[in-house]
């Protein structure tokens, strides 16, 4: 038992990494074929039927591109950026329940990697590490360009992680848990959180835009005041690593969006249909449907990027502090009267 | 025992790099990884909870912000102040009674107490929790109200120079 779960485990980590990297990879396919369908283009459509190898073809020239490390970049610093980057993205599938327990051949599994207590805290604490990334890169290309980019990703990046935890808190209120697969199966059925937390949600989506660097808030690589932004000095795969991670980052989120808010791998009716085709399908239907919402908003994140110019800075910042943080103060208070009063 | 002793060491080598080092901003990053080691700390304690947050507060905001203005200020060599000989003299004489006196003080501890750990689970959130809140309400209330007042102190002193409308 403990041999099979142990391999089982190893499987699940090695699935969740492969499926989160073809995931970010045909975001930037997505991205590029839903601006082209607002744009009322036709978008990418050379390489394979419909384009679909676009991304294959993108990634052999990210790494075919020439190494510029910029002599006087700090060189070790340098390559430790991007690195980071990309792993603080990787790392935050690991307490993701991605649907309830599984039935294979007599033995139940979990499909989650790992099941801390503290799950909503890790995700936090991965989040406010991917700041370093950005930053140790940003100043490391010796760049004026770079460094203004990494102070305003590390800025913006400090703000609305604090409206962040406060949305949370009331979400945690009516959970009483910190632990992602707990507040999955709390959500059984139709019972989302969202209903329950509408404001908290919206408050939640704003801050997640924030946080990934997505437009209408990806400041810290506004190119018309920034050349680039933090990436402007990198070349090759290292940039290749900038640009993957923030679709990676807006995978997490997204997931994280579902578990939290909408319901993770429930859906109504699902007894129903966990009673008719038995407890290896019915699990895996979950994990269809999970997949189904995080599609959908990794979409709305491009369907927003398309459709909201960016803020202007000063602005990003009266909202991060003047509106969204007395609004997520206002979202605890009145969660917490209004479930004392229904107690 | 061996993680600890391995992380201990860590912890100590990092904290000696975070002085040594001659770029600032190396030795904030230094510092990073310094607490990162205090935060292996606390899981070998099993004390989640305060794992999870000093990883969030540390390393996650307030390294940030020390990082960000370290950034911001232009640390050259021609700046960097010139100390006078008797401060360096001070300097040695002070930080050789703090030694005197943290390594008197290590003698009266004596041996390492076994049964300082009396409940593995006390760190996990729900018994932190429901500690802080009956035994500590009042201090932790107190606390709480302290760092209120220090934040006010902060946003009157940002504001303390703007004038009055022009007219």
């Known amino acids: 038992m403990e041999t099979t779960d142990l391999i089982f485990r190893i499987v699940l980590i090695v699935v969740i990494f492969a499926i989160s990297l073809v995931v970010a990879m045909y975001s930037t396919y997505a991205e590029r074929k839903v601006a082209a369908f607002f744009q009322d283009r036709i978008g990418p459509n050379r390489a394979g039927p419909w384009g679909i190898l676009q991304p294959l073809a993108d990634g052999g020239k990210m790494f075919l591109k020439e190494e510029i490390i910029p002599t006087n970049a700090t060189g070790f610093l340098f390559i430790v950026g991007p690195s980071l980057a990309i792993l603080t993205a990787c790392i935050g599938s690991a307490v993701i329940p991605w649907g309830s327990a599984i039935a294979i051949g007599g033995h139940t599994f979990d499909l989650q990697v790992t099941d801390i207590n503290v799950g909503v805290l890790y995700i936090f604490g ?3 590490l991917g700041v370093y990334g950005i930053m140790i890169g940003g100043w490391a290309s010796n760049n004026k360009y770079s460094l203004l980019g990494a102070i305003r990703a590390a800025s913006q990046n400090i703000s609305y992680e604090i409206s962040m935890g406060l949305s949370i808190i009331a979400l945690l209120m009516l959970t009483g848990t910190l632990s992602l697969k707990e507040i999955a199966e709390q959500q059984h059925g139709f ?22 660097n997505r437009s209408p808030f ?12 933090y990436h402007t000095e990198y070349s090759s795969m290292k940039l290749g690593f900038y640009l993957f991670a923030e679709y990676i980052n807006m995978f997490i989120s ?4 579902a578990t939290l808010y909408w319901g993770g791998y429930n859906y109504p009716g699902m ?21 189904g919402k995080i599609f959908f908003s990794i979409f709305f994140f491009m369907w927003v990027r398309w459709t909201i110019p960016r803020f202007r800075y000063d602005q990003l910042m009266d909202l991060g502090w003047k509106i969204l943080i007395p609004l997520a103060i206002a979202n605890i208070v009145l969660t917490g009267v209004i479930s004392t009063l229904l107690k | 025992m061996s993680t600890f002793y391995f992380i201990a060491f860590l912890s100590i080598f990092f904290s000696i790099l975070v002085i040594s080092a001659k770029n600032p901003v190396h030795s904030i990053l230094y510092l990073i990884l310094t607490f990162f080691t205090f935060t ?19 390393m996650g905001a307030i390294l940030v912000l020390f990082l960000y203005t370290l950034m911001l200020i232009n640390l050259n060599k021609e700046s960097e102040p010139v100390k006078p000989f008797m401060v360096k003299v001070a300097g040695v004489f002070g930080g050789g009674i703090l030694a005197v006196a943290v390594a008197s003080s290590l003698k009266l501890i004596g041996a390492s107490n076994p049964v300082l750990l009396q409940n593995p689970d006390l760190g996990l ?9 009956n035994e500590f309400l009042l201090p932790f209330e ?17 504001t303390k120079e703007k004038e009055p409308k022009a007219a």
Not at chain 1, 272 to 291: D, E, N, R, S
Not at chain 2, 41 to 57: E, G, K, R, W
Not at chain 2, 144 to 153: Q, Y
């Open chain 1, 271 to 291: 007894d129903w249909v966990a009673a008719h085709v038995g407890p290896t399908i019915g699990p895996l239907i979950g994990v269809v449907v999970l997949f």
């Open chain 2, 125 to 133: 959130v729900k018994n932190l929790g429901k500690v802080l809140f």
């Open chain 2, 142 to 158: 107190v606390s709480s109200v302290l760092l209120l007042s220090a934040m006010v102190g902060a946003v009157l002193l940002a």
């Open chain 1, 191 to 212: 019972a989302w959180n969202v209903w329950r937390q509408p404001l908290g949600f919206i408050l939640f989506l704003v801050c997640a835009f924030a946080e990934t």
């Open chain 1, 254 to 257: 997204s997931a994280v969006m």
């Open chain 1, 126 to 128: 991965v989040v406010s």
């Open chain 2, 40 to 58: 292996i700390h606390y899981i070998l304690l099993n004390a989640q909870f305060l794992a999870i947050v000093n990883f969030i507060v540390y």
């Open chain 1, 218 to 229: 990806d400041l810290p690589e506004c190119e018309t005041e920034l050349v680039g932004g």
